[in-house]
């Protein structure tokens, strides 16, 4: 019994370990569609869909701009009816999206200017060294312990991260975090957010390529 148990041991560790990359994986190529589907609507609209904050799929407006600014930033689930897109992560979660305001405003197209207050992705909380600072959207999966995100079947937030650095991407600043997935009780605390990010040149560099900005 006991090698046995050893011999299952070996065998289902392993499985556990592709299961949890697949599911990586696919979530990972379904924000690639996502940031594809953000890059479509900008072009086919000019702008980029508004954040949904109410859970029903859909981006959500005021007016010109866009629901529940704050800072100049709109944030809650990636409006993935909008988009035509999945509805949750790999593991049954909504996808965090966050998106400056200047670029879902319906009034104008967004200007080549330069703006100071663009979405910054950072190495740790507290954005002491940063991967990006010109993000006019940033998308997040919450990974496997889902800390902060909306659950696709219940409609309700999760329990919040204990560690710093999943924190910030919960926070509703212009601040995230993006770095190497640790396990509970690293030093640097519990991270598997997964983050991808669309730059300000590349969305400039798209519209200008379909003839929409000068």
């Not at 379904?30 to 109410?54: E, V």
């Not at 496997?144 to 991260?161: L, M, Q």
Request: include cysteine.
């Amino acid at each position: 019994m006991f090698i046995l148990t050893l011999l299952l041991g070996s065998i289902l560790v392993p499985l556990a370990t592709q299961v949890e990359q697949r599911q990586i994986s696919e979530t990972q190529r379904t924000m690639d569609q996502a940031k594809d589907a953000l890059l479509g609507h900008a072009i086919a609209f000019g702008y980029l869909p508004c954040a949904d904050t109410d859970n029903d799929g859909l981006e959500d407006v005021t007016g010109s701009l866009c629901t529940g600014l704050s800072g100049g930033i709109a944030q809650g689930n990636l409006p993935w009816r909008t988009l035509g897109l999945a509805a949750s992560d790999n593991w049954g979660n909504r996808f965090r999206y966050a998106v400056h305001g200047d670029y879902a405003r319906r009034t104008s197209l967004f200007t080549l200017g330069t703006n100071t207050s663009n979405l910054r992705v950072c190495e740790a909380a507290g954005c002491a060294s940063d991967l990006t600072s010109t993000a006019v959207a940033v998308l997040i999966s919450h990974g496997k312990n889902g800390y902060g995100a909306t659950n696709s079947i219940a409609g309700a937030v999760n329990a919040a991260p204990a560690g710093a650095d999943e924190l910030e991407n919960t926070d509703n600043d212009r601040d995230f975090v993006s770095r190497v997935a640790t396990a509970t009780g690293a030093a640097a605390g519990e991270f598997d957010d997964i983050l991808i990010w669309l730059p300000r040149y590349i969305l400039f560099n798209r519209m200008v390529a379909a003839g929409k900005l000068p």
